[in-house]
């Protein structure tokens, strides 16, 4: 089965605080993709990335950066955390983009931001 | 128009009853379409691939329509543990590369 793994699953930072969240992936995927998921508004792309050292920017990108220096693992970044940034971050991985690929998720980080 | 829209519900529905819902997409282009499950404070997990001739898995059967531009689900003899939220996928290319478009979601609760 494949698993990706969230490095925590509850998080809780001060505003201006530099926020870390990893995402690893044991099958070798291509892809790997961080969305942020909040009430009312569904998922949310912020990046994905198709290979080591590449990324794209998602829908919402504005407070975030992320680091893909190895295929297994891509990280989140938030530079600067601020109240807005508080939600579930779900990491997903996929092994190819197309458009027939499924999305194999983590079990997300709940991240506070106070 | 939404690129893709969901009913958010709740569907309150009691156990035994077969429940419907349908996704709708505003881009013809789009390619491939998928049901995901999520459980409260859960990650999505797959539940099935919708394909144009539709498919069917057990209590649960999905299909597509093209000409209207909607995918559904229907699942047959509910039960408790079907209570969850329903995330309709749809994965379209525009001109420069795949895009993956979440629905908000179908909230369902099985009533005992």
């Known amino acids: 089965d494949v698993k990706v793994t969230q490095s925590s699953r509850y998080l809780v930072k001060r505003t201006g605080e530099k926020v870390f969240l990893e995402c690893v992936q044991d099958?070798?995927?291509?892809?790997m993709f961080w969305y942020r998921q909040d009430p009312g508004l569904g998922l949310r792309l912020i990046y994905f990335?198709?290979?080591?050292?590449?990324?794209e920017k998602g829908d919402i990108p504005e407070g975030y950066s992320v680091s893909r220096e190895k295929k297994e693992r891509f990280s989140l970044i938030l530079e600067s955390a601020s109240t807005n940034q508080t939600s579930m971050y779900l990491c997903?991985?996929?092994?190819?983009?197309?458009?027939?690929?499924?999305?194999?998720f983590g079990s997300g980080t709940q991240l506070s931001v106070l | 128009r939404k690129e893709v829209e969901q009913d958010p519900g709740p569907f309150n529905v009691p156990e035994g009853a077969t429940v419907a819902f349908n996704c709708t997409y505003s881009?013809?282009?789009?390619?491939?379409f998928f049901w995901y499950r999520q459980d409260c404070r859960k990650e999505p997990k797959l539940l099935m691939s919708?394909?144009?001739s539709g498919n069917e898995d057990g209590r649960f059967t999905a299909q597509l329509n093209r000409a209207s531009q909607y995918i559904s689900l229907l699942i047959r003899d509910s039960k408790l543990s079907d209570s969850a939220t329903y995330l309709c996928?749809?994965?379209?290319?525009?001109?420069?590369?795949?895009?993956?478009?979440f629905g908000k979601g179908t909230r369902l609760h099985i009533l005992p």
């Open positions: 997903a991985s996929s092994w190819e983009l197309s458009t027939n690929e499924k999305l194999f």
């Open positions: 099958m070798d995927h291509e892809n």
């Open positions: 990335s198709y290979d080591v050292k590449m990324k």
């Open positions: 881009n013809s282009a789009s390619q491939s």
């Open positions: 919708v394909y144009s």
């Open positions: 996928v749809v994965n379209m290319r525009d001109s420069r590369d795949d895009k993956i478009i």
